[in-house]
């Protein structure tokens, strides 16, 4: 399992900090899944991002994927990579 931390800031300047539990990658893009709390606990929050960052860039970017076709795909994915994981939207 990765144990990377990613940390957010959102148009108010709050910042959330994640940790990421695993990559993949789907027709050419990058994905992440990452949760708020203990990724072993019972129950938590989590949310899958497409990495849309620019290799010239220092500062990712992380957007929300909003087609449906697109994240049941990629949750299926990482359904298949985490053992015991039930990721509900």
Do not use: H
Request: aromatic share 4%; proline share 3%.
């Amino acid at each position: 399992m990765i144990t990377d931390e990613i940390v957010l800031t959102d148009e108010e300047g709050q910042e959330l900090v994640l940790k990421v539990i695993e990559q993949t990658r789907l027709g050419g893009k990058d994905y992440l899944l990452a949760a708020d709390g203990d990724p072993d606990a019972e129950e938590t929050e989590c949310w899958i991002f497409r990495d849309e960052s620019d290799p010239q860039n220092p500062m990712s970017l992380l957007v929300e994927i909003e087609d449906e076709d697109e994240l049941d795909a990629v949750i299926g994915i990482f359904q298949n990579l985490v053992d015991g994981i039930d990721i509900e939207k």
